[in-house]
């Protein structure tokens, strides 16, 4: 399970590094096309990125508390045989 979440963070990572990369690239040629990058995608896309990460962080999130929740039964059981 925390593997998992680490590989969807990563993956993530992985994501913005590209993105900032383009975008750091695009400055060395021409600094209003690096500004133009960051807010020349249409609303419609910007939306469903916004929809794609809040997916994403729900599924994470739930990840995140069913792995605690996993751990504290586990911790229960060994106090309660100790």
């Given at each position: 399970m925390t593997a998992r979440i680490?590989?969807?963070i990563d993956d993530v990572d992985v994501r913005m590094e590209r993105v900032s990369r383009l975008i750091d690239?695009?400055?060395r040629i021409d600094r209003e096309l690096a500004a133009?990058?960051?807010c020349s995608a249409s609303?419609?896309?910007i939306q469903g990125d916004i929809d794609v990460a809040l997916?994403?962080?729900d599924t994470l999130q739930k990840a995140?508390?069913?792995s605690l929740t996993q751990e504290r039964s586990t911790?229960?059981?060994t106090a309660s045989t100790s």
């Open positions: 680490g590989s969807r690239s695009a400055a133009g990058l960051g609303m419609t896309a997916a994403q962080s995140v508390r069913a911790r229960r059981r």
